[in-house]
């Protein structure tokens, strides 16, 4: 349990890392609050029987408590049911990712029970908050076919009584990226300096790009130079720093990424790659097949610190994305905030963040864009028009106070 000073709100989070930690903390560390958690493993256990540890432990709330506020990887109907005092309080339920569209490799009976429990939490619920237009569109548009699953005696009417109840509320951007943009500043005044454009967004076309092993290294050295004489914050680099950094599971496309890293070394060029994100043991065959094949273009792998992680967003060139499942993408966001191109697949949140120059809609049409960053790594600097400034907490502050009775 984490206690601040005003104790308004209660906040639980039966999934306490990634995202889900770092909202909850970013509220209770902004608006005060207690705070219960549970680790974040085993999220298919923690959605069916989080409620009742719940139960168990969270004290009766004092009377100026106003507000409950839980993410919907909690069964808010069996907490309630279990707890009715707590079913006194402004309920809001926050939807980092909704179980509704869940890409499963193989449906299961049991895999029914996660979406119905975040549509009885919806009805259940005072407040219901998306992190994206993508994420709530997609759950309300879902449900319908959803409930059609159930064999007979269907409920009617479910839609319309929840929608009215949802709004989207984008995840915010942390007060402490600030130091990142400037950085990104700095690279990009670096980059003008030395009479590179930094504000074309790159072309597809690459009939007057030099070929891997011709002038590019020459370009990217003077690049290195410059970066570890003005910037001393990034490393001197000799090629194009290529960044993945999402869950080593099957939802983020791993064998999609491992794919493209597969043909860019077969065509000879020049790249490192850091390839972050936590794992469990079973790490995805095709991320263990390349690793070896990598060899010492990986330049990171795996979890590492908040430090590190932060070091090496501002490092790297361009971020990529090849997720199946994909409802916000805060490592994304935030590595595109420190200055990478990020490349998106053209669906899922995509489009609502990034523009069409972002976007790709096959495989093949990854390998080409990011070929054309290796034989010119300047191409990432590009002034995208990115807005930036409306997933900034400074932004959302009075947004999430307000949804949350303050």
Known sequence: MTQAACSDVLFIEPYYGGSHKQLVDLLVREFGGTLFTLPPSKWHWRT???????????PEPPKLCKTLFASSVLNLCELVALRPDLGKLNKVLYFHENQLIYPV????????????????????????????????ASFLDS????????????????????????????????????????????????????GINTTDSPQLDTT?????????????????????????????????????????????????????LRKLLDARLDFVVSILGSHTNDI?????????LLGSRLLHKGSVSQQDYWRILTEADV???????????????????????PLCPNRLVYPEIYPEECLYNTEQQLFKRLRAFCLRPTLTRANLQIPFDRFQWGTLKLQYKHSLHL
Not at 169 to 174: G, K, S
Request: hydrophobic share 40%.
């Open 208 to 260: 007057d790009v030099p070929q891997a092993g011709t002038t590019t290294p020459q370009l990217c050295s003077s690049r290195s130079t410059l970066l570890s004489q003005q910037l001393t914050c990034l490393p001197a680099t000799p090629c194009l720093h290529i960044l993945w950094p999402h869950r080593w599971e099957h939802d983020k496309g791993p064998d999609e990424f491992c794919a493209v």
């Open 319 to 341: 971020v990529v994305s090849t997720a199946k499942h994909e409802f916000f993408g805060v490592a994304m966001l935030e590595a595109s905030y420190c200055g990478c191109y």
């Open 105 to 136: 490799r193989k449906q299961l009976e049991c895999d029914f029970q996660y979406g119905y429990n975040q549509i009885l939490s919806c009805l259940l619920a005072d407040v219901i908050l998306f992190n994206s237009h993508f994420n709530m």
């Open 48 to 58: 069916r029987v989080s409620a009742l540890h719940f139960a168990d432990t969270i």
């Open 284 to 292: 995805p065959a095709s991320i263990q097949e390349v690793i070896p």
């Open 143 to 194: 449900i319908p076919s959803f409930l059609k699953l159930i064999p007979d005696h269907r409920p009617i009417g479910v839609v319309e009584r929840i929608r009215d109840k949802c709004s989207v509320l984008y995840f915010p951007l942390e007060p402490n990226l600030h130091h990142n943009i400037q950085i990104r500043e700095q690279t990009k005044k670096a980059f003008n300096d030395m």
